[in-house]
């Protein structure tokens, strides 16, 4: 069975912080990784997507890298803002068209 | 660009009545759009896929005449919750996959939040 999951569940941070969020999967026949972030009550944005033959990709202060072998993505978030605070997803893309959502990590960045 | 959107963005109704919801790709033609829900404090489930032109492929244990997919044309997709129950309560999000892209790349709506009395 294909699952993502995510550690940790949830964290609070002081501003200026770096940050390494994690995501596992199962099934490492995985074609693609994206990180998403979502705010309360809206729909998702997409971070940053790697593809199965890509270790890492970089957009701004995140990071994204990915390891098939071991089955796991971090997202590396450099100096958090308060703005930062959201809910952060990662979703596993296979070859069926199908995004496997992990559990996500809520984060909340104070001042 | 790629751009989807989603209509109502938030619902309220009666027990036992029908919803509609709309997903339109405003700037490009998706071949494919997927129905997820999630439940507060919840990941994104994925409920179905939906081909323009064809029959909507579910998933297990979504039932299909409850929730009904209709993907009419390449930038519109609708989904009907049929005697809506309190129990379908949920935010529900629409995904749109451009036809000139590869799996995996979806964009996503900003979501519609049914509550069901």
């Known amino acids: 069975k294909q699952e993502v999951t995510q550690i940790p569940a949830a964290l609070s941070v002081p501003e200026g912080e770096n940050l390494v969020l994690n995501c596992s999967f199962t099934?490492?026949?995985?074609?693609?990784l994206q990180w998403f972030r979502q705010d309360p009550g809206k729909g998702l944005t997409s971070l940053l997507l790697i593809q199965s033959s890509q270790r890492e990709q970089t957009s701004g202060r995140l990071n994204a890298s990915l390891d098939k072998s071991s089955g796991r993505s971090t997202l590396y978030i450099a100096a958090s803002q308060p703005g930062d605070s959201a809910t952060y997803l990662c979703?596993?893309?296979?070859?069926?068209?199908?995004?496997?959502f992990g559990t996500g990590t809520r984060l909340q960045v104070f001042p | 660009g790629a751009v989807v959107s989603q209509h109502p963005s938030w619902v309220i109704c009666k027990s036992g009545t029908s919803v509609k919801i709309e997903c339109r790709s405003l700037d490009f033609q998706a071949t494919t759009m997927f129905w997820y829900r999630q439940f507060p404090k919840q990941s994104l489930m994925l409920m179905a896929t939906?081909?323009?032109?064809?029959?909507?492929?579910?998933e297990q244990g979504v039932e299909k005449d409850k929730f009904l997919i209709n993907h009419a044309s390449l930038t519109l997709s609708t989904l009907t919750v049929t005697s809506a129950h309190p129990e379908d309560s949920s935010f529900y999000i629409c995904?749109?996959?451009?036809?000139?892209?590869?799996?995996?790349?979806?964009?996503f709506g900003p979501g519609t939040r049914l509550t069901v009395l």
């Open positions: 995904s749109a996959r451009p036809g000139t892209s590869g799996f995996g790349t979806q964009y």
């Open positions: 979703a596993g893309g296979y070859n069926t068209d199908k995004l496997i």
């Open positions: 099934d490492s026949a995985i074609y693609n």
């Open positions: 939906s081909n323009e032109g064809s029959k909507a492929t579910y």
